[in-house]
């Protein structure tokens, strides 16, 4: 089964830290989006990339988190540096779109579990 | 804005009983709406969805119809096993900035013991 796939799955670092999260959306899609899960603040959009260009990053604090697709294979969310309140689950999903508004599926990866000390 | 509201839960249910999770939109026009169910330690996973009103979503023995009237999109399932048990979201589409966004509610955790 084609998959998501997100790495690391875990991880545990104080503040300060850089912190680089990966993700490998399913071949042959041309859309990924990044979400952060947490307990208060449910599911937030922070940025989505069409064809690997980044069309909306309004949802994430610009001045210490970035994302990039430097290969239509790989997809990366960068914090730093990192704080206590970034503490949260991010999840990459991709998908597949066929025209402008079209609405694809969303396919999750497993999401990689961020805790800041 | 565009947002969703889902029932607070646990909802916790014994095998078999019958499963309904409410969920009330609010947009403008009429979005696509869909359920997706998250397992533990997992990502979501697109359960249903439904594009226009009065349209029914069905996957799995899980049921939604898109009530343009009074906006919502309830889901339902006659008979739950432990399984079923997850956390699920209710979302709906929203056209924005030239693509279409995922908004989701809070999410409703669903807990079935035998």
């Known amino acids: 089964d084609a998959r998501v796939t997100q790495t690391p799955r875990h991880k545990v670092t104080e503040m300060g830290q850089e912190v680089t999260m990966r993700c490998q959306p399913i071949?042959?899609?041309?859309?990924v989006f990044w979400y952060r899960q947490t307990m208060m603040q449910g599911l937030e959009l922070l940025a989505y990339?069409?064809?690997?260009?980044?069309?909306?990053d309004s949802g994430m604090p610009k001045d210490r988190f970035s994302a990039e697709m430097p290969d239509a294979t790989l997809a990366t969310l960068k914090i730093q540096p990192s704080e206590p309140r970034d503490s949260a689950v991010y999840f990459c999903?991709?998908?597949?779109?066929?025209?402008?508004?079209?609405?694809?599926?969303?396919?999750f990866g497993s999401g990689t579990q961020l805790s800041v000390l | 804005g565009n947002s969703v509201t889902q029932m607070e839960g646990p909802v916790t249910l014994s095998e078999e009983a019958f499963l309904t999770i409410n969920c009330t939109y609010t947009?403008?026009?009429?979005?696509?709406l869909f359920w997706y169910v998250q397992y533990p330690g997992e990502g979501l996973q697109l359960l249903l969805k439904?594009?226009?009103?009065?349209d029914k979503g069905s996957n799995k023995g899980f049921e939604a119809t898109y009530r343009k009237e009074t906006t919502s999109f309830h889901l339902e399932k006659g008979s739950v096993q432990v399984s079923d048990s997850a956390v699920y979201f209710c979302?709906?589409?929203?056209?924005?900035?030239?693509?279409?966004?995922?908004?989701f509610g809070a999410g409703t955790r669903l807990a079935v013991h035998p």
């Open positions: 999903a991709s998908g597949l779109v066929r025209g402008p508004g079209g609405n694809e599926k969303l396919f």
């Open positions: 071949l042959g899609h041309n859309t």
């Open positions: 990339f069409r064809n690997r260009a980044p069309l909306d």
């Open positions: 947009a403008t026009g009429y979005p696509s």
């Open positions: 439904a594009t226009k009103a009065d």
């Open positions: 979302a709906l589409s929203e056209f924005s900035g030239g693509y279409n966004k995922l908004i």
